[in-house]
Protein backbone atom coordinates (compact mmCIF):
# COMPACT_ATOMS: atom_id res chain seq x y z
CA UNK A 1 0.00 0.00 0.00
CA UNK A 2 1.42 3.59 -0.86
CA UNK A 3 0.12 6.37 1.24
CA UNK A 4 -0.47 9.50 -0.27
CA UNK A 5 -1.01 12.59 2.28
CA UNK A 6 -3.84 15.62 1.84
CA UNK A 7 -1.59 18.78 2.35
CA UNK A 8 0.72 16.92 -0.38
CA UNK A 9 -1.92 16.77 -3.12
CA UNK A 10 -2.66 20.51 -1.85
CA UNK A 11 0.47 21.92 -2.67
CA UNK A 12 1.19 19.95 -5.89
CA UNK A 13 -2.43 21.08 -7.11
CA UNK A 14 -2.11 24.20 -6.35
CA UNK A 15 1.44 24.96 -7.48
CA UNK A 16 0.17 23.04 -11.31
CA UNK A 17 -2.91 25.68 -11.35
CA UNK A 18 -0.28 28.55 -10.94
CA UNK A 19 1.93 27.36 -13.88
CA UNK A 20 -0.46 26.10 -16.39
CA UNK A 21 -1.78 29.44 -16.75
CA UNK A 22 1.21 31.49 -16.55
CA UNK A 23 3.81 28.84 -18.62
CA UNK A 24 2.58 27.42 -22.40
CA UNK A 25 2.80 24.06 -22.98
CA UNK A 26 6.13 23.80 -24.69
CA UNK A 27 4.33 21.95 -27.59
CA UNK A 28 2.05 23.79 -28.42
CA UNK A 29 5.11 26.72 -28.60
CA UNK A 30 6.67 24.01 -31.10
CA UNK A 31 3.17 23.75 -32.87
CA UNK A 32 3.11 27.54 -33.27
CA UNK A 33 6.58 28.63 -34.42
CA UNK A 34 6.25 26.08 -37.05
CA UNK A 35 2.60 27.71 -38.24
CA UNK A 36 4.49 31.26 -38.51
CA UNK A 37 6.95 29.51 -41.08
CA UNK A 38 4.13 27.42 -42.89
CA UNK A 39 1.80 30.37 -43.10
CA UNK A 40 1.19 32.23 -46.75
CA UNK A 41 -0.92 34.73 -45.10
CA UNK A 42 1.32 37.94 -43.34
CA UNK A 43 -2.09 38.71 -41.21
CA UNK A 44 -1.96 35.37 -39.92
CA UNK A 45 1.69 35.06 -39.28
CA UNK A 46 1.45 38.25 -37.28
CA UNK A 47 -1.21 37.41 -35.26
CA UNK A 48 0.54 33.94 -34.43
CA UNK A 49 3.71 35.94 -33.99
CA UNK A 50 1.44 37.94 -31.06
CA UNK A 51 0.30 35.11 -29.51
CA UNK A 52 4.33 33.70 -29.10
CA UNK A 53 5.14 37.25 -28.25
CA UNK A 54 1.78 37.01 -25.41
CA UNK A 55 3.46 34.08 -24.03
CA UNK A 56 7.00 35.38 -23.95
CA UNK A 57 5.45 38.55 -21.82
CA UNK A 58 3.01 35.78 -19.38
CA UNK A 59 6.32 34.25 -18.45
CA UNK A 60 8.81 37.09 -17.88
CA UNK A 61 5.86 39.07 -15.70
CA UNK A 62 4.50 35.95 -14.66
CA UNK A 63 0.87 36.70 -15.43
CA UNK A 64 -1.46 34.24 -16.87
CA UNK A 65 -1.40 33.51 -20.49
CA UNK A 66 -4.97 34.68 -21.13
CA UNK A 67 -7.74 36.31 -18.99
CA UNK A 68 -9.74 33.62 -18.63
CA UNK A 69 -7.94 31.38 -16.52
CA UNK A 70 -11.03 28.59 -16.95
CA UNK A 71 -12.63 26.15 -14.96
CA UNK A 72 -10.62 23.31 -13.54
CA UNK A 73 -11.04 20.04 -15.04
CA UNK A 74 -9.32 17.28 -13.34
CA UNK A 75 -8.82 13.24 -14.67
CA UNK A 76 -7.75 11.14 -11.42
CA UNK A 77 -6.12 7.26 -11.78
CA UNK A 78 -6.58 6.15 -8.85
CA UNK A 79 -4.34 3.22 -8.30
CA UNK A 80 -6.45 0.81 -6.23
CA UNK A 81 -3.62 0.27 -3.82
CA UNK A 82 -3.53 4.17 -2.62
CA UNK A 83 -4.55 5.39 0.67
CA UNK A 84 -5.46 9.35 0.82
CA UNK A 85 -4.22 10.23 4.27
CA UNK A 86 -5.63 13.19 6.02
CA UNK A 87 -9.11 13.30 4.08
CA UNK A 88 -10.40 13.04 0.95
CA UNK A 89 -9.31 13.22 -2.73
CA UNK A 90 -11.55 15.44 -3.89
CA UNK A 91 -11.52 17.81 -1.26
CA UNK A 92 -7.90 17.99 -1.53
CA UNK A 93 -7.73 18.97 -5.13
CA UNK A 94 -10.59 21.81 -4.53
CA UNK A 95 -8.80 23.07 -1.85
CA UNK A 96 -5.39 22.81 -4.04
CA UNK A 97 -7.43 24.77 -6.79
CA UNK A 98 -8.69 27.54 -4.26
CA UNK A 99 -5.32 28.20 -3.12
CA UNK A 100 -3.73 28.06 -6.83
CA UNK A 101 -6.82 30.74 -8.00
CA UNK A 102 -5.83 32.86 -4.94
CA UNK A 103 -2.12 33.10 -4.30
CA UNK A 104 -1.95 33.25 -8.26
CA UNK A 105 -3.97 35.80 -8.30
CA UNK A 106 -6.02 34.11 -11.04
CA UNK A 107 -9.33 34.73 -12.46
CA UNK A 108 -12.22 33.35 -10.82
CA UNK A 109 -14.64 31.87 -13.61
CA UNK A 110 -17.37 29.35 -11.53
CA UNK A 111 -20.94 30.31 -10.73
CA UNK A 112 -22.30 27.86 -7.77
CA UNK A 113 -25.78 27.82 -9.82
CA UNK A 114 -26.19 28.05 -13.41
CA UNK A 115 -29.31 29.57 -13.36
CA UNK A 116 -28.27 32.37 -10.29
CA UNK A 117 -24.61 32.96 -11.26
CA UNK A 118 -23.51 33.71 -7.77
CA UNK A 119 -19.52 33.62 -8.20
CA UNK A 120 -17.97 30.94 -5.77
CA UNK A 121 -14.85 32.92 -5.31
CA UNK A 122 -12.68 30.02 -5.19
CA UNK A 123 -12.71 28.68 -8.53
CA UNK A 124 -14.18 25.56 -7.06
CA UNK A 125 -15.95 22.79 -7.32
CA UNK A 126 -13.06 21.68 -10.02
CA UNK A 127 -15.11 19.16 -12.18
CA UNK A 128 -13.45 16.02 -11.38
CA UNK A 129 -13.59 11.98 -12.94
CA UNK A 130 -12.24 9.33 -11.45
CA UNK A 131 -11.17 5.60 -13.00
CA UNK A 132 -9.88 3.29 -10.31
CA UNK A 133 -6.97 1.37 -11.91
CA UNK A 134 -4.17 -1.17 -10.36
CA UNK A 135 -1.13 -0.33 -9.12
CA UNK A 136 0.34 2.12 -6.43
CA UNK A 137 -0.07 5.24 -8.68
CA UNK A 138 -2.01 8.29 -8.28
CA UNK A 139 -2.05 9.88 -11.32
CA UNK A 140 -4.51 13.81 -11.57
CA UNK A 141 -4.61 15.79 -15.01
CA UNK A 142 -5.54 19.19 -14.35
CA UNK A 143 -6.86 21.36 -17.42
CA UNK A 144 -7.78 24.90 -17.05
CA UNK A 145 -10.81 24.82 -19.01
CA UNK A 146 -11.47 28.27 -21.04
CA UNK A 147 -15.09 28.70 -22.12
CA UNK A 148 -15.04 30.81 -25.15
CA UNK A 149 -13.77 27.36 -27.06
CA UNK A 150 -16.17 24.70 -24.41
CA UNK A 151 -19.15 26.70 -25.80
CA UNK A 152 -18.40 25.91 -29.28
CA UNK A 153 -18.05 22.44 -28.85
CA UNK A 154 -21.08 20.24 -29.62
CA UNK A 155 -22.33 16.72 -29.31
CA UNK A 156 -24.49 14.28 -32.00
CA UNK A 157 -26.05 11.30 -32.26
CA UNK A 158 -25.23 10.11 -35.95
CA UNK A 159 -27.09 7.27 -37.48
CA UNK A 160 -24.50 4.07 -37.63
CA UNK A 161 -25.26 4.84 -41.24
CA UNK A 162 -24.11 7.85 -41.47
CA UNK A 163 -20.39 6.26 -40.93
CA UNK A 164 -16.82 7.77 -40.87
CA UNK A 165 -18.15 10.41 -43.40
CA UNK A 166 -21.15 11.59 -41.19
CA UNK A 167 -18.27 11.98 -38.67
CA UNK A 168 -15.89 14.15 -40.74
CA UNK A 169 -19.10 16.24 -41.95
CA UNK A 170 -19.87 16.94 -38.19
CA UNK A 171 -16.64 17.83 -37.19
CA UNK A 172 -16.63 20.11 -40.33
CA UNK A 173 -19.57 21.84 -39.55
CA UNK A 174 -18.74 22.37 -35.90
CA UNK A 175 -15.36 24.24 -36.39
CA UNK A 176 -17.17 26.70 -39.18
CA UNK A 177 -20.11 27.65 -37.11
CA UNK A 178 -17.58 28.51 -33.91
CA UNK A 179 -15.26 30.60 -36.49
CA UNK A 180 -13.18 33.04 -34.41
CA UNK A 181 -15.35 32.74 -31.75
CA UNK A 182 -13.11 29.74 -30.22
CA UNK A 183 -9.55 32.09 -30.63
CA UNK A 184 -8.33 29.97 -32.69
CA UNK A 185 -5.84 28.29 -33.77
CA UNK A 186 -7.47 25.50 -32.23
CA UNK A 187 -6.85 21.93 -30.55
CA UNK A 188 -10.02 19.77 -31.69
CA UNK A 189 -10.63 16.75 -29.45
CA UNK A 190 -12.84 14.26 -31.10
CA UNK A 191 -15.27 11.71 -28.99
CA UNK A 192 -16.72 9.25 -31.39
CA UNK A 193 -18.74 5.71 -29.99
CA UNK A 194 -19.70 5.06 -26.26
CA UNK A 195 -22.94 7.23 -25.45
CA UNK A 196 -24.39 10.52 -25.63
CA UNK A 197 -21.83 11.80 -21.97
CA UNK A 198 -19.16 8.91 -23.28
CA UNK A 199 -18.67 10.34 -26.48
CA UNK A 200 -17.96 13.78 -25.06
CA UNK A 201 -15.66 12.76 -22.31
CA UNK A 202 -13.52 11.16 -24.81
CA UNK A 203 -13.35 14.01 -26.59
CA UNK A 204 -12.57 15.88 -23.57
CA UNK A 205 -9.79 13.66 -22.61
CA UNK A 206 -8.72 13.58 -26.39
CA UNK A 207 -7.82 16.86 -25.86
CA UNK A 208 -5.42 16.50 -23.13
CA UNK A 209 -3.15 13.90 -25.13
CA UNK A 210 0.58 15.04 -25.92
CA UNK A 211 -0.27 17.37 -28.72
CA UNK A 212 2.47 15.55 -30.82
CA UNK A 213 1.04 12.12 -30.45
CA UNK A 214 -0.73 10.28 -32.89
CA UNK A 215 -4.12 7.76 -32.06
CA UNK A 216 -2.12 4.19 -31.72
CA UNK A 217 -4.31 2.41 -34.57
CA UNK A 218 -3.26 3.50 -38.13
CA UNK A 219 -6.99 3.41 -39.16
CA UNK A 220 -7.62 6.66 -36.46
CA UNK A 221 -4.30 8.16 -36.95
CA UNK A 222 -5.07 8.60 -40.44
CA UNK A 223 -8.66 9.45 -39.94
CA UNK A 224 -7.06 12.75 -37.56
CA UNK A 225 -4.53 13.53 -40.35
CA UNK A 226 -7.12 14.03 -42.96
CA UNK A 227 -9.37 15.86 -40.76
CA UNK A 228 -7.01 18.29 -39.36
CA UNK A 229 -5.79 18.93 -42.98
CA UNK A 230 -10.01 19.46 -44.05
CA UNK A 231 -10.15 21.76 -40.55
CA UNK A 232 -7.12 23.85 -42.17
CA UNK A 233 -8.48 24.15 -45.43
CA UNK A 234 -11.65 25.83 -44.00
CA UNK A 235 -9.90 28.98 -43.78
CA UNK A 236 -10.60 30.23 -40.61
CA UNK A 237 -7.40 31.41 -40.02
CA UNK A 238 -5.64 32.38 -36.39
CA UNK A 239 -8.34 34.79 -34.44
CA UNK A 240 -10.51 34.01 -37.53
CA UNK A 241 -8.75 36.44 -40.04
CA UNK A 242 -8.35 34.15 -42.52
CA UNK A 243 -5.36 31.72 -43.08
CA UNK A 244 -4.30 28.15 -43.12
CA UNK A 245 -3.39 27.33 -39.17
CA UNK A 246 -7.41 27.03 -37.82
CA UNK A 247 -6.52 23.83 -35.68
CA UNK A 248 -3.05 23.32 -34.73
CA UNK A 249 -3.66 19.53 -33.72
CA UNK A 250 -7.02 17.83 -33.84
CA UNK A 251 -6.92 14.05 -31.64
CA UNK A 252 -9.54 11.45 -31.70
CA UNK A 253 -10.32 9.23 -28.74
CA UNK A 254 -13.07 6.16 -29.37
CA UNK A 255 -14.94 4.00 -27.49
CA UNK A 256 -17.25 0.89 -28.06
CA UNK A 257 -20.89 1.57 -28.83
CA UNK A 258 -24.32 0.36 -29.39
CA UNK A 259 -25.62 -1.63 -32.64
CA UNK A 260 -28.37 0.94 -32.88
CA UNK A 261 -26.14 4.58 -32.68
CA UNK A 262 -22.70 6.58 -33.60
CA UNK A 263 -22.59 9.73 -30.81
CA UNK A 264 -19.79 12.00 -31.94
CA UNK A 265 -18.18 15.00 -29.48
CA UNK A 266 -16.42 17.70 -30.71
CA UNK A 267 -14.80 19.41 -27.93
CA UNK A 268 -12.85 22.79 -29.04
CA UNK A 269 -9.79 24.10 -26.70
CA UNK A 270 -8.05 27.42 -28.01
CA UNK A 271 -4.41 28.51 -28.22
CA UNK A 272 -4.55 28.63 -24.39
CA UNK A 273 -4.35 24.68 -24.10
CA UNK A 274 -3.43 24.31 -20.79
CA UNK A 275 -2.75 21.01 -18.84
CA UNK A 276 -0.55 19.42 -16.09
CA UNK A 277 -0.18 15.81 -15.28
CA UNK A 278 1.00 15.53 -11.59
CA UNK A 279 2.25 11.43 -10.23
CA UNK A 280 2.55 10.34 -6.71
S1 LIG B 1 -11.09 30.68 -25.52
FE1 LIG B 1 -8.99 30.49 -24.73
S2 LIG B 1 -7.82 32.22 -25.52
FE2 LIG B 1 -10.02 32.65 -25.81
S3 LIG B 1 -10.58 33.84 -24.01
FE3 LIG B 1 -11.03 31.69 -23.51
S4 LIG B 1 -9.16 30.87 -22.55
FE4 LIG B 1 -8.63 32.80 -23.54
Same mark, same amino acid.
Given at each position: ????????????? $????????? &????????? #?????????? %? =?????????L????????? =? *??????????????????????E??? =??????????????????????????L??K %?????????? &? &??????????? *??????????? $???????????????????? =?????????????????G?????S?D?????????????? $????????L??????????????????????????? #??????? &?????????????? %????????????
Open positions: MKRVFYDEIVKVV $MEKCIEMNI &YMDEKLKIL #LDKAVEEEDS %N =LAKEILKDLLNQEVAKEE =L *IPLCQDTGMIIAFVELGQSVIIGGS =LSDAINEGVEKGYQDGHLRKSVVGCPRR %NTNSNTPAII &Y &YDVVEGETLKI *ILAAKGFGSEN $MSSVKMLKPSEGVEGVKEFV =LETIQKAGGNCCPPIIVVGIGGFKAALLAKKALLRDL $MERNKDPYAELEGELLEAVNQLGIGPQGFGGKTTA #LALQIET &YPTHIAGLPVAVNI %NCHASRHKDILF
